[in-house]
């Protein structure tokens, strides 16, 4: 079966770093994506890796290593505002996309 | 660019009566939409693909009958829950992948705000 695995919940302070993780076991690749989810709200875009590699965007860098099937989402200088749900989604090889159940960042003061 | 947006964004209703909910792509013409169902604090859901111009795909356990999806132009894609009961309350969501990748790659979906549906 299709299976996309990242933490239920981690604890940050702001101003600090955090690291996401991604794990993931599906029939083909086509991608993975990174969103966001505030409480109550749709998710948003943050990043797509297709590539092995680092791909930075501002205080969000997203890294893939297709061999290992995993991914981190890696948020710098972490500010309340990021408090939120990450849900990390890969495209199969039909170009679906199987979602992870998500990653709920509390960012402490 | 890749803005899409959903209406209405709250709905009660009373226990058997439908509900028509939209969704637009307002920038690009999209091809292809999904409709995704949330419940609090669960992973997203995805109940069926729309495509312009011929019949949605369900998921597995989705009721077609239930749930009736219509995506009769490039930008307009429409979600009717008939004979809404109370189990169906939840967050609907749509999302349309931009084929030109304006926003981004082509095969980002981009999400609409999203409708509160509460069946009383």
């Known amino acids: 079966g299709q299976n996309i695995d990242q933490p239920t919940e981690m604890t940050a302070t702001e101003g600090a770093i955090v690291q996401i993780n991604c794990t993931y076991q599906?029939?083909?690749?086509?991608?993975l994506f990174w969103y966001q989810q505030h409480a109550g709200e749709a998710p948003t875009f943050l990043s797509y890796?297709?590539l092995d590699g680092l791909e930075e965007k501002g205080r969000f860098s997203s890294f893939l290593s297709r061999s290992k099937g995993y991914s981190y989402l890696l948020l710098k200088e972490l500010q309340m505002k990021d408090s939120a749900s990450y849900l990390c989604?890969?495209?199969?090889?039909?170009?679906?996309?199987?979602w992870g159940a998500g990653t709920k960042l509390i960012i402490k003061p | 660019g890749a803005v899409v947006s959903q209406h209405p964004s709250r709905v009660i209703c009373k226990s058997g009566t439908s509900v028509k909910i939209e969704c637009r792509s307002l920038?690009?013409?999209?091809?292809?939409m999904f409709w995704y169902r949330q419940f609090p604090k669960k992973s997203l859901m995805l109940m069926a693909t729309?495509?312009?111009?011929?019949?949605?795909?369900?998921e597995q356990g989705v009721e077609k009958d239930k749930f009736l999806i219509n995506h009769a132009s490039l930008t307009l894609s429409t979600l009717t829950v008939t004979s809404a009961h109370p189990e169906d309350s939840s967050f609907y969501i749509c999302?349309?992948?931009?084929?030109?990748?304006?926003?981004?790659?082509?095969?980002?979906?981009?999400f609409g705000p999203g409708t509160r549906l509460l069946v009383l």
């Open positions: 729309s495509n312009e111009g011929s019949k949605a795909t369900y």
């Open positions: 999302s349309a992948r931009d084929p030109q990748g304006a926003g981004g790659p082509s095969e980002t979906q981009y």
């Open positions: 890796n297709v």
């Open positions: 920038d690009f013409q999209a091809t292809t």
């Open positions: 989604a890969v495209m199969d090889s039909n170009y679906q996309l199987i």
């Open positions: 599906t029939s083909g690749f086509n991608g």
